[in-house]
């Protein structure tokens, strides 16, 4: 049995920052005029006249270009390559500092009532470019907001300010409450509560404890014209439609998550986990299913490809199945009972499962992220594609993306692994790397993203499970949704209809309106 110690050291440990990386770009189909600007276009100023509003309600107001620089980098791979290219995503923006609520609402009121550009951050830890101030303005930066509000034993429903660090959150209610959330995104150390929730981020042990969409009670919002709203709670509503999932995800499009109301559980004190090796990606995915189907639900089940097999757990001639769960010893025990019966059933090869997690432990936020296993140079590419869709269609989209990553010139190697399982389907986890020309690497990155998306868009999958959408996805929204986009820009014309909140980002336009452009002029 895997020790209660291990489990909680490889959850504490704190290895969740790989490095200080200078962010990215998706310059790769700009002009060479549209490429020194960043990726910013037409970037809107703010005046001299409101600065000075702002900075009677902020806590700080910053101007300068190196300011707008360091507040507004993140680990977008495209950002990334614009940056080292010399040629920073987003140069031109005012950072406003703010603490309390009250600010927030008035930023908002200003920033409305002169039609400026106004995109909320935090953490900056967002792969997709979700929080880059693509048309300048105002970046509304709320880590300040970090108060644990209220915590309510009975119904285990805790309240917390949206600009609170993952780990400080998840090591306050573990020490203070003996309660955890059950969310270990690789970005724990490094994002926020809001940043989760606006994302729509999951965590490494979604199986069992759901994504953060199952999460949030209800949550607190400001909307463009400085109102605040409340959405949510309620176990369970039938007052209408959903207004609460309206919100999560939205990427701050809509309003600014300001305090959030978030489902606990009890800390675990007992913890197993065991390995099984298959012999194909295709016969692990169907292990993966039948243990769903069958009604297991480990808080981890992860597949891993030949490559990531080889790289993460040095068994590069099989595909590693790591299950493991926590909570109550009987519930426990029944999960991974159900779980080894299926695999031996599916002709599954058991490993030496402590090994294989305590290795698991150790490299669990890094595998897939930093190109392991490839020498290093000046033109190399690593990024990840989190994608899901139906097990019917897993295997194929399996060997379609791969292919289609391996067949870009400069790809060093397309890999896998299964992260998030569900009843119906399941997270595909893709990696893509590649080694080019310096010069080459905005193209090629573009390229490999192409080719991958147009293989989920043939399959009808979704183009992404938990990373969101920002402004990499943003290319492909609109066959991915179709006429449900212009849904998504009609509520959001009526919520924001200057267009002011994060413009660019869900596929949705840049442009401002008119009022908003007259100023800018």
């Given at each position: 049995m895997i020790s209660k110690e291990a489990i909680k050291r490889g959850y504490n440990r704190g290895n969740y920052l790989v490095g200080k990386h200078t962010p990215p770009d998706w310059a790769g189909n700009l002009t060479a005029e549209g490429q020194r600007a960043g990726m910013q276009r037409d970037p809107v100023t703010v005046s001299d006249a409101v600065l000075d509003q702002l900075r009677a309600q902020a806590d700080a107001v910053m101007t300068t270009r190196e300011e707008a620089i360091a507040w507004t980098r993140d680990w977008w791979a495209?950002?990334?390559?614009?940056e080292t290219g010399g040629c920073p995503a987003t140069p031109h923006a005012v950072i406003v500092r703010v603490s309390e609520i009250p600010q927030i609402q008035a930023v908002m009121r200003i920033a409305h009532d002169n039609s400026i550009p106004l995109t909320v951050s935090?953490?900056?830890?967002?792969?997709?470019?979700?929080?880059l101030p693509v048309r300048g303005g105002i970046v509304l930066d709320v880590c300040d907001l970090n108060r644990l509000?209220?915590?309510?034993?009975h119904s285990q429903i805790v309240e917390v300010e949206a600009g609170m660090f993952g780990d400080v959150f998840e090591q306050t209610i573990q020490q203070e409450y003996g309660m955890t959330m059950g969310h270990w995104p690789s970005s724990f150390g490094i994002s926020t509560v809001g940043g989760w929730v606006a994302c729509r981020g999951a965590g490494q042990?979604?199986?069992r404890y759901g994504k953060i969409e199952d999460m949030v009670y209800g949550m607190d919002v400001v909307l463009a014209d400085g109102r605040l709203i409340t959405v949510g709670g309620a176990p369970r509503s039938a007052t209408g439609p959903d207004l609460l999932q309206l919100f999560i995800g939205s990427e701050g499009t809509l309003g600014a998550i300001v305090r959030v109301r978030l489902k606990l559980h009890r800390l675990p004190d007992y913890g197993r986990a065991v390995?099984?090796?298959f012999a194909s990606f295709a016969e692990g995915l169907e292990a993966c299913r039948h243990i769903l189907q069958h009604g297991a639900s480990p808080a981890a089940l992860r597949l891993y490809?030949?490559?990531?097999?080889?790289?993460?757990?040095?068994?590069?001639e099989t595909n590693v199945l790591l299950i493991a769960d926590e909570g109550e010893p009987e519930m426990v025990d029944a999960t991974l009972a159900v779980s080894n019966r299926v695999c031996q059933t599916q002709r599954g090869e058991p490993l030496k499962s402590e090994a294989i997690f305590e290795r698991w432990l150790d490299t669990r936020y890094l595998t897939g992220k930093s190109a392991e296993g490839f020498a290093r140079s000046p033109g190399l590419v690593a990024d990840t594609l989190e994608m899901v869709g139906r097990w019917r269609d897993l295997a194929a989209i399996y060997d379609e993306v791969v292919a289609a990553i391996n067949a870009v010139p400069g790809t060093l190697a397309g890999s896998a692994h299964q992260s998030h399982a569900y009843?119906?389907?399941a997270c595909l986890y893709f990696s893509l790397r590649g080694d080019v020309e310096v010069s080459a690497r905005a193209a090629w990155y573009r390229a490999a993203w192409d080719a991958a998306n147009a293989v989920l868009l043939r399959h009808n999958a979704s183009l992404s499970h938990h990373h969101g959408v920002g402004l990499l996805r943003s290319p492909y929204m609109r066959e991915s949704l179709g006429e449900a986009l212009t849904v998504l820009a009609d509520i959001k014309r009526a919520l924001d209809p200057h267009g002011i909140l994060n413009p660019g980002k869900l596929g949705l336009s840049d442009n401002l309106s008119s009022h908003a452009q007259a100023n800018h002029d």
């Open positions: 495209a950002s990334m390559i614009a935090a953490g900056r830890s967002n792969v997709t470019g979700a929080a509000i209220d915590f309510d034993p042990l979604s199986t390995a099984w090796g490809d030949n490559l990531e097999s080889g790289v993460q757990f040095g068994l590069p009843v119906d389907g």
